[in-house]
């Protein structure tokens, strides 16, 4: 494992930015005050979304990252119903939900729903993007 850093690094990056002191600004920002509320549209705005701590700063989580608080309340709410009803009839709501959310994601890419794939994760679509070339040749 080479103990330079690669030219593209992170390390590099915050050398480049003054030995970490361009990072103050930063931890300023991400400082927020329990007591007061963010500007609507401001990036402490969107960091309140979010659950983890503020002393955390996801950066590169790969494909294990946090959700803003919206989401993991209804993801939550939705796995309360599945614990309240099993059966296979039920989950024909969570085919028009996926159905919904097709058509909201493809308003917003201006695109027809027949358009989007919705996937559980990257290697889901991955795979079916190896499937379609495979058969297309």
Do not use: Y
């Amino acid at each position: 494992m080479p103990t330079t850093p690669r030219p593209d690094s992170r390390r590099r990056f915050l050398k480049q930015l003054g030995g970490g002191l361009g990072l103050l600004p930063v931890t300023a920002a991400l400082g927020r005050g329990a007591d007061r509320q963010p500007d609507v549209g401001s990036w402490d705005a969107v960091r309140a979304q979010f659950p983890f701590e503020d002393a955390v700063v996801p950066m590169n989580a790969g494909n294990l990252c946090p959700s803003p608080m919206r989401v993991v309340r209804h993801q939550n709410a939705l796995a309360g119903q599945i614990e309240i009803d099993v059966s296979h009839g039920h989950r024909d709501g969570f085919r028009a939900l996926i159905e919904a959310s097709r058509t909201q994601v493809a308003g917003h890419l201006h695109t027809d729903p027949e358009e989007i794939a919705l996937v559980r994760n990257t290697t889901e679509a991955n795979a079916a993007v190896g499937a379609l070339r495979d058969r297309l040749g």
